[in-house]
């Protein structure tokens, strides 16, 4: 559980690899929408939409994750 809230607290403090691996431009306020197959298109889009919230709550859980320490995060439940 360890290594994994600690995975995770240091990919969250990377804002360059939340956009290219999961699509959430956190600095930006942005997120990659993808639309394939599955909704009818033969060929997928792929085109980034607003979403300024998500600056403000990366900084609020950001801030959040600095400041504590990897125990404490595995216990919030």
């Known amino acids: ?3 994994i ?3 995770f607290k240091s ?4 804002p360059l690899l ?3 691996w999961e699509g959430v431009d956190v600095l930006e306020g942005k ?3 993808r639309i394939d197959e599955r909704y009818g298109v033969s060929e997928p889009i792929e085109y980034w939409e607003e979403e300024p919230s998500i600056v403000s ?3 609020k859980l950001r801030r ?3 400041r504590n320490s990897v125990d404490r ?3 919030l439940c």
Request: hydrophobic share 50%.
């Open 64 to 66: 959040y994750v600095e």
């Open 5 to 7: 809230a600690s995975q």
């Open 57 to 59: 709550m990366y900084v």
């Open 18 to 20: 939340l956009r290219d």
């Open 1 to 3: 559980r360890c290594e």
């Open 73 to 75: 995060l595995l216990y």
């Open 31 to 33: 997120v990659l929408r």
């Open 11 to 14: 990919i969250l403090l990377k």
